[in-house]
């Protein structure tokens, strides 16, 4: 993106303007993703440990920049961030791989699978067609989803990436 788009965009009318816009904005959707991840931390450390909102803010903010430096060490020749490591199937040379395939492939299936199986089966009823409005045949075909399509669906998600999948067959 940071390469093939300027390049692209160059090669039309008003291209500079266009990536120097795009690429504004992106600048403000990042900060704007930061300040809702900083305000998470923020607000656990205000609530357990009574800090102060702005030291709360500056500690978590340090603490998500402290911890992207990892992702950008992983580009440079940092031997520390260089790691051999197969997980699932795919070798993965440099910690951000790491935490790329790990997010990708393993915390928003199974965070998917969790909230699938806790709406379908733990929330009751009467609280999900409350939230939901008074729709009986849709409320019956989303319970039926979340608690069988959606799980299965997920488990087969995570049963393709296993090492299993390319040894039994199904």
């Known amino acids: ?8 965009l160059s090669a039309i009318p008003a291209g500079v303007l266009f990536a120097t816009v795009f690429f504004v904005v992106l600048g403000i959707g990042v900060f704007s993703t930061m300040i809702a991840n900083v305000q998470v931390f923020a607000h656990l450390l205000r609530e357990r440990f009574g800090m102060h909102p702005a030291g709360a803010a500056m500690i978590s903010g340090l603490a998500i920049w402290g911890l992207s430096l990892i992702t950008i060490a992983s ?14 199937g795919r070798e993965l040379p440099t910690l951000y791989q790491l935490i790329e395939h790990a997010s990708i492939n393993i915390l928003l299936p199974m965070s998917g699978l969790l909230i699938a199986l806790f709406a379908g089966w733990v929330i009751p009823n009467q609280i999900a067609v409350s939230e939901m409005g008074q729709w009986r045949i849709t409320d019956s075909l989303w319970r039926t989803i979340l608690r069988y399509v959606a799980p299965a669906a997920l488990l087969g998600r995570f049963w393709q990436l296993s090492d299993l999948s390319g040894h039994l067959p199904l």
């Open 1 to 8: 993106m940071f390469e093939t788009l300027p390049l692209a």
């Open 75 to 88: 580009f440079t020749d940092a031997e520390w961030a260089q790691i051999e490591l197969t997980l699932l």
